[in-house]
């Protein structure tokens, strides 16, 4: 039977590999929404080749730019908000939703699609950072099938067991190896990292990504984001996580058994790949990515990862331990530092600083309800803005501007 799949994020990275995959299984899947930012001409073309039944943009004015793209009696029916987002990932007519919305604005929706009971395709790895044991729970409650599009966690979820249901001790698994490409910026020092600009930033060796994604993975914070959401996904502690860092980005994480054997998945760094294991899981199907040629790529070389001079790690994992809203603070000082370094108003070093100094003023909420989460974030928004204002005529060497 035909499958009817939901893109929230349509118009960004993952969103147009989603439809590429699409593209290439006509007869397998529908698409039934799509769901994007502001990029009316982009989705007016999607809409154009994938006639959704539904296309949400972020916002009114998005919406009416969209609609006057659109030809007279065009059959897709133009909405805008979070609200309606979150209906068209908890469609009755719909059993797939992709989650590529970037940062904080893909929770709502992303958990709707969850609460729904649909087959999650999880990219927007926030959402569970900011709320995962929420979100985890959801998921059961609604008989969701949660499956991550992060090329970690799907190499992760392809090298685990596959009756794993959240217990290293049963299938003997002694760690996750969680591989990190090291970004553009590997091996530089601090007073290097002082001078570099968001255009080196977004300049990814390996992958090719949104922008803010992109800053994560240059500052490590990505990783930082990425161990929290093995935590949640795989039910395990940052001390069962190693963070390897791997430059060639071919082996896309391990999974280290108690007799000594490790499974590995390897691929080209190309999204196609988890997104299309994603869609067709447990079966496979053709995803247009180029298959890999050991003898061109040689060598695989291996290190640990600098965490003096990228300290965003470590605070992914302090988040994770202080627990409850801290995570979630982690990821909206994260989203403003990182907007804010895009825009030339701090430096790259400044990223963590600002991230610290917002962390450190936070007085953790435990988290049984959606409400602390949403609070928190907002809070964390605010508080790193007055950190901005203070540094906006000579940054402090530790904010404390809070
Ligand atoms: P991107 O910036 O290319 O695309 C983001 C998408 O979100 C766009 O469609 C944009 O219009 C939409 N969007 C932004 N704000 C919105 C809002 N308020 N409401 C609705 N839609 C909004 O980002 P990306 O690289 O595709 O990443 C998307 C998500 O996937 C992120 O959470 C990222 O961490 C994750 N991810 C991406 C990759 C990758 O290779 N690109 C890999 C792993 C995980
Ligand atoms: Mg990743």
């Known amino acids: 039977m035909i499958q009817r799949i939901t ?31 502001r990029n009316a001409a982009l989705m007016a073309q999607q809409i154009t080749e994938f006639t959704p039944r539904f296309a949400v943009m972020a916002d009114n004015d998005a919406a009416i730019a969209l609609q006057a793209l659109l ?27 992709m989650a590529a919305i970037v940062g904080a604005a893909g929770l709502l929706p992303t958990l709707a699609a969850a609460r729904a009971g649909k087959r999650v395709l999880l990219a927007n790895k926030e959402s569970l950072v900011m709320a995962g044991p929420l979100f985890m729970q959801a998921v059961r409650d609604g008989g969701a099938v949660l499956l991550p599009i992060d090329s970690e966690h799907n190499a992760i979820f392809q090298a685990l067991p596959a009756d794993y249901r959240g217990d290293f001790t049963l299938h003997g698994i002694s760690k996750i190896l969680l591989t990190a490409s090291g970004g553009p910026f590997r091996g530089r020092t601090h007073a290097e990292l002082q001078q570099v ?3 080196q930033a ?23 984001l990425e161990l929290i959401e093995a935590c949640f996904l795989f039910n395990c502690q940052p001390a069962q996580v190693q963070v390897v860092v ?20 390897l691929g080209q760094p190309d999204m ?6 994603g869609m067709a899981w447990p079966q496979r199907i053709e995803a247009g990515v180029q298959a890999l040629d050991l003898f061109s790529i040689a060598r695989l070389d291996f290190e640990p990862a600098d965490e003096v001079n990228f300290p965003c790690l470590q605070l992914a994992r302090d988040a994770f331990a202080a ?12 989203e403003v530092a990182v907007a804010a370094f895009l825009r030339e108003q701090i430096g790259f070093t400044d990223i963590p600083l600002l991230i610290a100094a917002v962390m450190q003023q936070h007085t953790v909420q435990a988290v049984t309800e959606l409400a602390p989460v949403l609070e928190a974030d907002q809070w964390a928004r605010e508080c790193a803005g007055r950190w901005l204002l203070q540094a906006g005529t000579t940054l402090p060497e530790s904010g404390n501007a809070c």
């Open 246 to 265: 791997h430059p060639q980005s071919v082996i896309h994480s391990m999974v280290q058994y108690c007799d000594g054997s490790v499974l590995a998945q």
């Open 7 to 37: 893109v929230l994020g349509s118009t960004g990275s993952i969103g147009c590999n989603t439809l590429d995959v699409v593209r290439r299984h006509q007869g397998r899947y529908q698409v039934f929404a799509l769901a994007a930012g």
């Open 202 to 224: 977004v300049a990814h060796p390996n992958w090719s990504m949104g922008q803010k994604i992109s800053v994560d993975s240059a500052t490590l914070m990505n990783k930082g």
């Open 197 to 199: 600009t968001p255009a």
């Open 323 to 334: 627990g409850g809203t801290m995570p979630a603070v982690l990821n909206a000082a994260n």
């Open 272 to 277: 196609r790949t988890p997104i299309a294991y």
């Open 71 to 97: 030809p007279a009696g065009c059959a897709t029916t133009v909405l805008s908000g979070s609200a309606a987002m979150a209906d068209v990932a908890a469609h009755a007519d719909t059993e797939m939703v």
